[in-house]
């Protein structure tokens, strides 16, 4: 769940908050069975998004503007976009270690 300032993780034995994830204006992409989310964030209110990814608690930092990342594998890579020299989107993934 995610509010203006924040990304929540939730328990789903409990239905508890367990973690708060500050963020300005998140918009989550997705979370894997391990827990680790991934969110784009405004930074600046232009219109650039990072993106900011967590395995469990800490944070594990951000990619750079122009990644785009669609979806958080089991394995806990990021799968989606880059671009290119040329300037075409094309498939990418990012591994968290």
């Known amino acids: 769940m995610a509010d203006d300032v924040a990304l929540w993780r939730w328990g789903l034995v409990t239905g508890a908050a367990v973690q708060k ?3 300005n204006d998140p918009r989550p992409i997705g979370v894997n069975a ?3 989310p991934a969110a784009r964030q405004d930074d ?3 219109g650039r998004l990072t993106v900011k990814v967590w ?3 800490e944070f594990y930092g951000e990619l750079p503007i122009n990644e785009r990342v669609l979806a958080v594998a089991e394995n806990n890579d990021l799968a989606g976009q880059r ?3 040329d ?3 094309v498939p990418a993934t990012r591994t968290c270690e």
């Open 34 to 36: 391990a827990g680790q």
């Open 55 to 57: 395995p469990g608690t």
């Open 21 to 23: 994830y500050v963020m």
């Open 44 to 46: 600046d209110n232009d």
């Open 87 to 89: 300037g075409r989107w």
């Open 83 to 85: 671009k290119a020299a």
